[in-house]
């Protein structure tokens, strides 16, 4: 993987006990792999957007491999993978759960508001059947929104040339403005060739982006001004 993510994540998974870091690493590496062949990763951008709904702190779904730093809290069910295990708002990547993970989650999905989840249509119809009753549609579209399989790899930022379908679902309870939902479906839409990096000023992203080349240089502290030249 790459140094950032490295970096990023012999923070985040070594919080409860250091000595479980290898264990972590093979376990989400291994699901990793898995992950790859079956489904897709989204982009960053997607991702932030939808965060940004419900000003969402957690993320469920996927492995520590490709969940972006600008999530304090992570976990896949009742399963923790970072962060704190409390009731906060979450974005949920559907497709990034097993059946029994899903399970784990419709109980306080039904009752809740503050949660937005991304999936995608399965099988001829092209349509997706809602695992429960308590949800609501708010944007679907075919856009260029998620990354190349094993950019985690490198780390590279390019999407994936092709399209995918997708869809956001949030509570029947829950009220996003038009603004909103326009700014969802705009992001779904989205026809770039690159993913915007995570240069955010949460804690983890600093931890993600001082692992990178620059920041072990120490680049990103440094009080004066930076040049760079080609040749």
């Known amino acids: 993987m790459d140094g950032s993510q490295w970096h990023?994540?012999?923070?985040?998974?070594?919080?409860?006990?250091?000595?479980?870091?290898?264990?972590s690493l093979q376990n989400e590496l291994t699901r990793q792999l898995k992950h790859d062949k079956e489904k897709k990763n989204r982009s960053f951008s997607l991702l932030r957007t939808v965060r940004g709904v419900f000003q969402a702190t957690k993320y469920q779904g996927d492995t520590a491999?490709?969940?972006?730093?600008?999530?304090?809290?992570?976990?896949?069910?009742?399963?923790?993978?970072?962060?704190?295990?409390?009731?906060?708002?979450?974005?949920?990547?559907?497709?990034?759960l097993n059946d029994k993970e899903k399970l784990e989650l419709i109980p306080t999905l039904s009752t809740t508001d503050n949660w937005?989840?991304?999936?995608?249509?399965?099988?001829?119809?092209?349509?997706?059947?809602?695992?429960?009753?308590?949800?609501?549609t708010v944007a679907r579209a075919d856009g260029k929104c998620s990354r190349h399989k094993g950019w985690w790899r490198e780390g590279k930022n390019e999407l994936a040339t092709h399209s995918m379908t997708t869809e956001v679902w949030i509570s029947t309870k829950g009220k996003i403005s038009e603004a909103t939902r326009t700014a969802i479906q705009q992001a779904l839409e989205e026809d770039s060739t690159k993913d915007t990096p995570s240069f955010g000023s949460e804690d983890l992203e600093r931890i993600h982006r001082s692992g990178t080349e620059a920041g072990l240089l120490g680049i990103y502290n440094f009080p004066g001004a930076v040049y760079a030249t080609d040749g």
Do not use: D
């Open 65 to 96: 491999l490709i969940i972006p730093p600008f999530f304090k809290n992570a976990g896949r069910g009742k399963e923790r993978i970072w962060g704190e295990e409390i009731a906060t708002p979450t974005v949920i990547n559907w497709p990034g």
């Open 116 to 136: 937005i989840l991304l999936t995608h249509p399965q099988g001829v119809s092209n349509k997706t059947q809602p695992p429960f009753r308590e949800l609501q």
């Open 8 to 23: 990023l994540l012999k923070h985040t998974l070594t919080n409860a006990n250091p000595s479980t870091l290898g264990a």
